[in-house]
């Protein structure tokens, strides 16, 4: 079973590049979402989607854009690639609201470095 | 707004022994609490969850969390740790009607041989 995948899993950028993480679940879950992980500091949501078409801010969106065509998609967009943006990114999907007590899935993980 | 707290951000257990894992919450009407837990490189994999029912949930590899509603607290437990239980383990707090999770800081644990 894929479940979520999220590609590149490694990528060192240049300050002021851009690139995109690519996510792609084959669940038929509406909701997805895109988490960094910082040392010490947990997850923090940057994006959200609750449906092809439809996509929100989290608590970090600041640098990153997001779009939804399709239900098994959600790429994440880096803009004018910042040192602040190096971290590690979980794209995750769910059926339904994550925070309402459903599973949220996790992918495994891309590694990125500003330099 | 809703906040959970993992007090340890480490925990040494020496293996055979039973292990506990802490997590204290906070959020607006009835909690739904989760354990993850994250290996070296890899995404977090999902272990239990409290919705409602039961205070004690069990989950995958053998643990367990008790659920306490006077203390909000929801520790992951395991009545005898093994070394391949050493990883980084997140517990979750969200509650009815939210799109978000909010995760804790993390706490990493260690089993010793």
């Known amino acids: 079973n894929a479940g979520v995948t999220q590609t590149p899993k490694f990528r060192i950028l240049k300050i002021g590049q851009s690139m995109t993480l690519q996510c792609t679940q084959d669940m038929n879950h509406n909701y997805m979402y895109w988490y960094r992980q910082d040392p010490g500091m947990g997850l923090k949501l940057i994006y959200y989607s609750v449906g092809a078409g439809i996509t929100d801010k989290g608590e970090v969106p600041n640098g990153y854009n997001v779009s939804r065509s399709t239900t098994e998609d959600f790429p994440l967009r880096l803009e004018l690639a910042a040192p602040s943006q190096t971290s590690v990114y979980f794209c995750?999907?769910?059926?339904?609201?994550?925070?309402?007590?459903?599973?949220?899935?996790f992918g495994e993980g891309s590694w990125l470095t500003v330099v | 707004a809703q906040s959970v707290a993992q007090p340890e951000d480490q925990v040494n257990v020496a293996e055979g022994n039973p292990l506990t894992v802490k997590c204290t919450y906070s959020v607006s009407g009835n909690p739904y609490l989760f354990w993850y837990v994250q290996y070296p490189n890899r995404g977090l994999q999902f272990l239990l969850k409290y919705i409602t029912g039961d205070n004690l949930v069990k989950g995958s590899y053998g643990f367990e969390a008790e659920f306490n509603k006077s203390q909000t607290s929801f520790h992951l437990k395991k009545p005898s740790a093994l070394v391949s239980d050493s990883a980084l383990y997140f517990c979750?707090?969200?509650?009815?009607?939210?799109?978000?999770?909010?995760f804790g800081t993390g706490t990493r644990l260690t089993i010793i041989p």
């Open positions: 995750a999907s769910s059926y339904s609201l994550g925070g309402s007590g459903n599973t949220i899935y």
């Open positions: 979750a707090v969200g509650a009815f009607g939210n799109e978000k999770l909010t």
